[in-house]
């Protein structure tokens, strides 16, 4: 066996896709009303990656967005800030030098956000650069292609390129669980991305469908604990594309804590990457609508 095979033939990779989705179906039955409180919410405002990925950004549209950031802390002292804002590295220089609050993040997909279709040494630049520009976290896409393929030796490679460039900083290895289609799948590459260097792994760019799923998250939870357990190395763990409601947060909260436990329960190892659900949660928080994003 090569090192990959090996390090692979020390986990149950024979998932069955059916016992996935009954567990999870009753881990939302009977679990996620526990953590329907206010505090838990709260918890979950602190763990958001408030994220701009669109086509329209622009630098007016990127300093408008670090600067509710910097606002929010003074119309809401007692509220948690965000964990993160996360932007095209294009937009690192901006937020960088715009963002006043402490404890904030500023993450930047990089390496040919969405498609990962780009060779390793754009992918590297494009990384040095945006950590250059003040990103303190680097989120990058698995090569699905070859992982599809049977490559795993260029998806590991290209892991380890980028996080060596990252060095000390933060990187996030995006999955696209949607294209991985099943639990052995999505097993297969959260073990191979940590393997290979990973800090967090990612359900979701948010640009393909499916995106997140309960299901894809279980499994992601289940790799992040086994390999805790056999490394001792700990993972983080986000979800992001297609959350688009408190009860989708609430779901994946559940989901971590249920597989991971309290330990997980940081927004040091759970985030949430969207956009949409900062002023869902905030509403809740505070008993009123609100669109303060």
Avoid at 15 to 34: F, G, L, P, Q
Avoid at 155 to 176: H, R
Wanted: charged share 25%.
């Amino acid at each position: 066996m090569n090192k990959i095979e090996e390090v692979l033939s020390k986990y149950n990779l024979k998932i069955s896709d059916e016992e996935v989705r009954e567990t999870v179906k009753n881990i939302i039955a009977t679990k996620v009303h526990e953590n329907d409180t206010p505090e838990v919410k709260k918890f979950l405002m602190g763990s958001v990656e408030l994220t701009t990925l669109k086509t329209t950004d622009s630098d007016e549209s990127v300093l408008a967005f670090t600067e509710r950031v910097n606002q929010f802390e003074e119309a809401y002292p007692t509220l948690p800030h965000v964990a993160t804002i996360c932007v095209y590295p294009r937009f690192a220089k901006i937020v960088s030098e715009t963002l006043e609050v402490d404890g904030v993040e500023i993450a930047c997909v990089s390496g040919s956000f969405p498609s990962s279709q780009a060779l390793i040494e754009v992918k590297t630049v494009e990384t040095a650069l945006a950590l250059k520009d003040g990103a303190t976290e680097i989120d990058m896409v698995l090569s699905v292609g070859a992982f599809l393929s049977g490559d795993y030796e260029t998806v590991c490679d290209e892991i380890q390129q980028m996080k060596e460039t990252c060095g000390e900083q933060k990187l996030k290895v995006i999955l696209e669980t949607g294209c991985l289609k099943t639990a052995e799948n999505i097993k297969t590459a959260s073990l191979l991305a940590m393997y290979s260097g990973a800090d967090y792994i990612k359900t979701s760019t948010g640009k393909l469908e499916p995106a997140a799923t309960p299901e894809a998250a279980y499994v992601m939870c289940q790799a992040i604990k086994e390999y805790y357990e056999k490394t001792g190395v700990q993972i983080g763990f986000k979800p992001a594309g297609g959350l688009n409601s408190v009860m989708d947060a609430l779901i994946y909260y559940t989901i971590v804590k249920e597989v991971l436990g309290e330990k997980w329960l940081t927004n040091q190892w759970f985030r949430m990457g969207t956009s949409r659900l900062a002023n869902l949660l905030l509403s809740e928080v505070i008993g009123k609508e609100t669109k303060f994003f």
